[in-house]
């Protein structure tokens, strides 16, 4: 059975870094791409970036282009988010998901964790 389990939300003062991680189980993690989105209270879930199967090419949201890294170690079939700079308008609650087709996986992923909290305040 596929999983995917988040993990290293937290509270952080603006400014500050904090990395996710991925865990995943049941697949073949370098048969999937990997992305991250969040959602925030009263707002849709949103794409935040996203990684191919080799790690070769990733993907972005402008807001978080230049402070965000999407990362994967296949031989370890975790996925990590490193977040810099982080800004009040990051808090969320932030989602791994998984999807064979790097298309989909930016848009409507198959697959999809329980999420963690990241709050971004003073």
């Known amino acids: 059975q596929l999983q995917l389990v988040e993990s290293g939300g937290d509270l952080v003062q603006p400014g500050g870094s904090l990395r996710l991680s991925c865990a995943a189980s049941?697949?073949?993690?370098?048969?999937?791409?990997i992305g991250w989105f969040r959602q925030s209270p009263g707002k849709e879930r949103e794409f935040v970036a996203a990684i191919t199967w080799t790690g070769g090419t990733t993907y972005y949201t402008d807001s978080v282009k230049g402070r965000f890294t999407i990362s994967r170690d296949n031989a370890k079939n975790m996925v990590y988010l490193q977040m810099n700079r982080l800004k009040p308008e990051d808090t969320a609650v932030y989602y791994c998901?998984?999807?064979?087709?790097?298309?989909?996986?930016?848009?409507?992923?198959?697959?999809w964790g329980q999420g963690t909290q990241v709050t971004v305040s003073s």
């Open positions: 998901a998984t999807d064979p087709s790097i298309t989909a996986v930016r848009s409507t992923p198959a697959y």
């Open positions: 049941g697949f073949t993690l370098e048969d999937y791409a």
